[in-house]
């Protein structure tokens, strides 16, 4: 299966609001609410941000949230903060496997 | 609190078998709950996940990977473990472990702290 399409930058100001896209087919991200998000910092392992499209788990702040339309999902920053500035991968269920996005590097300007 | 930690080989030579063990601790292999599974990153690219496995034994692989890949579980040492044969340089990575809810979730948390594997002669 092909890795699901994300911007591979995006940034913007602190307090300002971003949105990552996540693009793939009616085989994974259409097919499936279980669509995931995961921060990552240099040198780190993957965290989870959101499941379930736009489930958030406990201790990540509300500025994160998820969304879906068709074959693309969404993850938005709200109140952007220097600490934000990370990596971001979004993950999909595709059928008895999973696929992940190639990344997109978030800058905080 | 589950914690997990990916040990073996930093460097294998291609062609050979990469063999990678995750060690669980905090909690029991055998929860119902939980699968186990193995992600990789190759340097400076994005995740790609490999595959998992149940406590009984049952799997889940990457098509894509699935003709070199073997994940086994040995419960009484509450570890997992990955098998890839005939590596080339392409399969030079970060290896992760993670815990998993059941299928369909894609929750996979925690994470190991993930182990660079090198493939060179």
């Known amino acids: 299966q092909s890795a699901l399409t994300q911007p591979p930058s995006a940034s913007g100001s602190p307090g300002q609001s971003v949105t990552i896209s996540c693009t793939g087919t009616?085989?994974?991200?259409?097919?499936?609410?279980?669509v995931s998000w995961y921060q990552q910092n240099p040198g780190k392992a993957p965290k989870i941000m959101i499941y379930e499209v736009n489930k958030r788990p406990s201790g990540v702040p509300d500025r994160f949230s998820g969304s879906k339309s068709g074959n693309t999902a969404s993850l938005t920053v709200s109140g952007l903060q220097a600490e934000d500035e990370a990596d971001y991968y979004c993950?999909?269920?595709?059928?008895?496997?999973?696929?992940f996005g190639g990344g997109t590097k978030l800058t905080v300007l | 609190q589950s914690q997990l930690q990916e040990s073996g080989p930093g460097l294998v030579k291609p062609s050979e078998t990469l063999s990678l063990t995750c060690t669980v601790s905090?909690?029991?292999?055998?929860?119902?709950?939980?699968?186990w599974g193995w992600i990789r990153q190759a340097p400076g690219k994005g995740l790609e996940w490999i595959g998992s496995i149940y406590y009984s034994g049952n799997t889940y692989y990457n098509p894509s990977l699935k003709s070199r890949v073997t994940v086994s579980v040995d419960t009484s040492k509450n570890q997992f473990s990955l098998k890839l044969r005939s590596v080339t340089a392409a399969d030079t990575a970060d290896y992760y472990c993670a815990r998993h809810l059941l299928p369909p979730s894609n929750w996979f948390d925690p994470w190991g702290q993930g182990t660079r594997v090198t493939v060179s002669s």
């Open positions: 993950s999909s269920y595709a059928g008895s496997n999973w696929v």
């Open positions: 905090g909690g029991s292999m055998s929860n119902s709950a939980y699968y």
């Open positions: 009616s085989s994974d991200v259409g097919g499936y609410d279980f």
